[in-house]
């Protein structure tokens, strides 16, 4: 039995550690439980379950809590492990409940982020309203997108106007920026979580859909610009102080063409999904084009209309391949790493949730 405890600890140290592979201390850890399956453990030993880390295998989490009792999918792991063998692991999947107006439902799920209290955040298109999820809870909570108006035509017009969300963000006062648009106009407003307009921010009206991520290290805004016809887009990303004041624009010389979303990385590094271009462009914090990666394609490291992008603990980048129906992983240099989930018909947004479960939301 000592030997069954030493094993917990070292797995769990491991875990804390995160520079060892997982799979080989499972390996090992499971050798010697099935020493000692059917005897009766000591009270002081006590097992605790593994949370699997970004870097190993990561939670896909469609929705709304809809049963405790969770399904599996499997995942294939493109990578090999320390025997150089391919393998596959079964990892829940926790789902959501898309159609309809009600509470918990969903029109159009689009960007999606995870607070530290792991609570999902989903901008809900359709529905004009942003939808809370707790990670282990049904319990669901939601304000509508209001903006308010810059003027009024008329005396007797409402002040406020419903938004249509495109995504979300927090910063580092734990508030929520949203982007979207209304019939007239393009904003970026923020929220607290209770759903109170705090600011907002008018953008141009490109009728294109738009990310936001916040680089709270620098306290700035970054949110996706596409403008031009469907024939010959171009895209960039503006910086924005909290105050609205555009700081400089990223990605005008480099040729994409209709960013969707983006995300800032733990160094400040910017990097957003080009669903035009089906590519990845990667940027320095100052604006510098580092690399770019993927291009249009099936092949393993090939993206077709890619559009949510997130990063984990460790730097790897994950993609929602949308065209190819899968999420794929990339590590810091843009190298491909393995698809994290396949046949998953549209994914489209990805964030990842402190404890390193993957959040997806799919399209209708």
């Not at 008329?154 to 938004?163: I, K």
């Not at 927090?170 to 929520?176: A, E, I, P, S, T």
């Not at 403008?227 to 924005?240: K, M, N, W, Y």
Request: hydrophobic share 35%.
């Amino acid at each position: 039995m000592l030997e069954l405890s030493g094993a917990s600890q070292h797995a769990l140290q491991a875990l804390e550690q995160g520079g060892i592979s997982l799979l080989s201390q499972e390996t090992i850890s499971t050798e010697i439980i099935r020493k000692y399956r059917g005897k009766a453990a000591p009270a002081l030993v006590q097992i605790q379950p593994a949370v699997f880390q970004p870097a190993d295998i990561s939670v896909p989490v469609l929705g709304r809590i809809t049963t405790p009792s969770l399904p599996t999918v499997k995942v294939t792991d493109s990578e090999e492990d320390v025997q150089g063998s391919h393998h596959q692991m079964e990892i829940p999947v926790i789902t959501f409940i898309w159609e309809g107006s009600g509470k918990g439902q969903c029109k159009s799920s689009s960007g999606v982020t995870v607070s530290d209290g792991e609570e999902i955040f989903v901008a809900d298109y359709e529905n004009q309203m942003v939808q809370m999820f707790p990670l282990h809870d049904t319990c669901v909570q939601e304000f509508p997108t209001v903006v308010s108006r810059s003027y009024s035509l008329f005396f007797f017009l409402s002040g406020e106007l419903t938004m249509d969300p495109n995504d979300l963000a927090f910063d580092g006062q734990r508030n929520m920026w949203v982007v979207g648009s209304t019939d007239s106009a393009e904003f970026a407003v923020q929220y607290n979580k209770q759903g109170k307009v705090l600011r907002k921010l008018d953008l141009q009206k490109t009728g294109w859909l738009r990310g936001v991520a916040v680089d709270t290290r620098r306290n700035r805004i970054l949110i996706t610009q596409t403008t031009g016809d469907e024939e010959s887009p171009h895209g960039e990303v503006l910086v924005f102080s909290p105050e609205g004041t555009l700081v400089r624009t990223v990605g005008w010389q480099q040729g994409m063409k209709s960013p969707q979303f983006l995300t800032v990385d733990g160094k400040g590094s910017i990097l957003v999904s080009d669903f035009g271009s089906h590519c990845v462009f990667v940027y320095s914090e100052d604006g510098d084009l580092l690399f770019q990666f993927g291009g249009h394609g099936h092949n393993d490291g090939q993206l077709s209309d890619p559009r949510g992008i997130c990063t984990d603990r460790l730097g790897n980048i994950i993609v929602a391949d949308s065209g190819n129906n899968r999420v794929e992983m990339f590590d810091k240099t843009g190298r491909f790493l393995k698809h994290m989930a396949t046949d998953m018909k549209d994914p489209h947004a990805v964030a990842m949730a402190p404890q390193g479960q993957l959040v997806v939301t799919r399209h209708r």
